[in-house]
């Protein structure tokens, strides 16, 4: 799997907060039924083979649907499950030392609120951007900001896909239109919905209009 401007349009990030009957590999699965076009497993709090494990389940899910799944900032769950790839933050192990670890063809994204930032992780190797936050998040309260301006500099100055991240939802995703961003990184307008399925499919159509504007 690769990470080209495409499967950016509607990046589905986890967040178990919300799994209430469900698991989350079955939650994933409705988001992908809905029009996910990514998925990035987040996990703060899980053990290694617990995490593993659950990152496994997902992959099964990922690949009969083809699409793209990434592990948040855990390198070794990544190659061990198989997963196409990794997203790590500015304070995560350096993209460099990522890469010998993953391998040249694994994708590897990158955060980044700054344009210096996104032009030294295109420089060092990251197929993908996330820039954000660009909306008040209850998933990642330090955030750091981004204005819309630095967002849309963000995008001129690279040539790798990137995907705007933080606190979009249905109501503002079409508050980034124009900026020239590749998609839209989600979590709690899906995975906290009743129906991801159906709040899938809407973001999916929003984001579309997203960036044909």
């Known amino acids: 799997m690769k990470a080209d401007k495409q499967s950016m349009l509607l990046y589905a990030v986890t967040d178990r907060m ?22 990035q497993l987040r996990e703060k709090t899980l053990e290694y083979d617990e995490f593993l494990k659950e990152a496994k389940q997902i992959k099964e899910v990922t690949d009969r649907y083809q699409i793209p799944f990434v592990i948040n900032d ?43 930032q996104a032009i030294a992780a295109e420089k060092n190797g990251a197929d993908y951007l996330g820039a954000g936050s660009m909306f008040s998040t209850s998933t990642k309260m330090d955030a750091e900001m981004v204005t819309f301006e630095t967002l849309k500099e963000i995008c001129e100055a690279v040539n ?19 900026t020239g961003v590749d998609g839209a990184a989600i979590i709690s307008a899906i995975f906290a919905a009743s129906d991801i399925k159906e709040a899938s499919r809407e973001l999916h159509v929003l984001s579309t209009k997203m960036i044909q504007k």
């Open 18 to 39: 919300w799994i209430g009957e469900r698991t989350l590999s079955e939650q994933v699965e409705e988001a992908l039924k809905g029009g996910a076009t990514f998925i």
């Open 74 to 116: 855990y390198v070794k769950v990544a190659v061990n499950c198989g997963a196409d790839g990794v997203h790590i933050g500015q304070d995560d192990l350096g993209i460099e030392d990522v890469r010998k670890l993953v391998g040249p063809d694994r994708i590897v994204g990158v955060s980044v609120q700054t344009v210096e």
């Open 160 to 178: 790798i896909p990137v995907v705007a991240i933080g606190g979009i939802n249905q109501s503002n995703i079409l508050e980034l239109s124009g």
